[in-house]
């Protein structure tokens, strides 16, 4: 079994940086895809970025592409969403979660948010 420990939330103005802290443990990590995921206030919960430790690719999703990257440490087992030119619709909780390798990050998706391995939640909140 996979768990996750998140780090790097916090309070930040707009247009300031901010990473947040993936750390997976498990035998079996390697096995799994690692994402990011957000909920705002009365919104769903939104893919914002993953990783696939297992074939190395990786995603970013349309709304926060050119400012937020994903990136991993393979020693570390750490993955880390850093955040560049924030904005106050940034705010949310961020999710870690991580889910078996699937073909396509759609498919990712759908099978970590009905059985996937989820981090404890860090909160971000940009103020304009």
């Known amino acids: 079994q996979v768990q996750l420990v998140e780090s790097g939330g916090g309070s930040v103005q707009a247009g300031d940086s901010l990473k947040l802290s993936c750390e997976a443990s498990g035998r079996t990590v390697s096995r799994y895809s690692v994402g990011w995921f957000r909920r705002a206030p009365g919104r769903k919960r939104e893919f914002v970025a993953g990783l696939s430790w297992f074939h190395g690719g990786t995603y970013v999703a349309d709304s926060v592409k050119g400012r937020f990257t994903i990136s991993g440490d393979n020693a570390k087992r750490t993955v880390y969403l850093q955040m560049n030119r924030t904005k106050p619709e940034d705010t949310a909780i961020y999710y870690c979660?991580?889910?078996?390798?699937?073909?396509?990050?759609?498919?990712?998706?759908?099978?970590?948010?009905?059985?996937?391995?989820w981090g404890q939640g860090t909160q971000v909140t940009v103020s304009s």
């Open positions: 979660a991580a889910g078996v390798v699937t073909v396509g990050w759609s498919a990712w998706v759908r099978s970590t948010l009905q059985g996937g391995v």
